[in-house]
């Protein structure tokens, strides 16, 4: 996988704001102790109208949409005010059953703020071949979550006329299984292009690479044996084949929507990739 954009996706959504010239205010979780809903690090963007983030919800997060709209419609406050922090004990003041305190810091949001970010932790490096249905619904749970995607399909007009985020790049090839080899031991692989001999090609590259940390195959059971014989006539070994994961998604989640299956899928590969 190439080494391209893995910006926060709500940092995106920062400079956006900005330039749109209205005020926004930045809430960040700055300090937490015991049981809180979000950890420090968490950002929340609000403006006038609308909200980006969460620092957790219920009452908690409604006092605080209060008091940073109130700070919003300051004219004038002094710079030497900024950032203001604002000590939360979730029991006591809220009456929340989480139990633990945090401090959020209220800052307006400028350039230098949002320069300032950091990226969260990557959840998971994915390669992700084919821009069907299924592939469509998967980015798009992938939007907003800190990963970095390799999008292969062979058909560029397969992609979507939008732009996908910095972190989700896009490569048309007429050799995806090629493309396998910009991956880094550990990353993720998924396959689900529009033909099963591409789907063959790209699932022996990858298990014949062997540092995958999941490679998984959409399809059935009976595809799965199909192609478990073939990848034997071709020299993978067995306990490599058994790495395959074939069908793919959570087990107990029925349905064959795109979009049921790409929840199914995602939620699997967060299970697998985390810790």
Request: positive net charge.
């Amino acid at each position: 996988m190439t080494a391209h954009d893995t910006r926060d996706p709500d940092a995106v959504s920062a400079r956006a704001a900005l330039a749109t010239g209205l005020p926004v205010m930045q809430v960040a979780v700055v300090a937490a102790r015991g049981s809180v809903p979000r950890g420090v690090g968490t950002r929340m963007l609000v403006s006038a109208h609308a909200v980006r983030g969460t620092i957790g919800g219920g009452h908690l997060e409604w006092q605080v949409l209060q008091r940073a709209r109130e700070l919003l419609a300051r004219d004038g406050t002094p710079a030497t005010e900024w950032p203001l922090d604002w000590p939360v004990a979730l029991g006591p003041s809220l009456g929340q059953c989480c139990g633990g305190a945090l401090t959020l810091r209220f800052s307006p949001l400028d350039a230098a703020t949002v320069a300032a970010w950091t990226d969260p932790p990557v959840r998971m490096r994915l390669q992700l071949h084919g821009a069907g249905h299924v592939g469509r619904a998967i980015v798009r749970l992938l939007a907003d979550l800190p990963c970095q995607v390799l999008w292969v399909d062979e058909r560029d007009k397969e992609f979507p006329s939008e732009p996908s985020p910095p972190h989700i790049e896009r490569l048309v090839s007429e050799a995806p299984e090629a493309e396998v080899g910009l991956g880094r031991p550990g990353d993720a692989y998924l396959v689900l292009t529009h033909r099963h001999d591409l789907d063959l090609r790209i699932v022996e590259a990858i298990l014949r690479r062997g540092d995958f940390g999941f490679c998984g195959l959409i399809g059935s059971a009976t595809k799965r044996a199909r192609f478990e014989h073939r990848l034997r006539e071709r020299g993978i070994p067995a306990a490599t084949l058994s790495r395959l994961t074939s069908p793919i998604g959570l087990p107990g989640l029925t349905g064959k929507e795109p979009a049921v299956i790409a929840l199914s899928v995602v939620a699997q590969l967060l299970q697998r990739t985390s810790g």
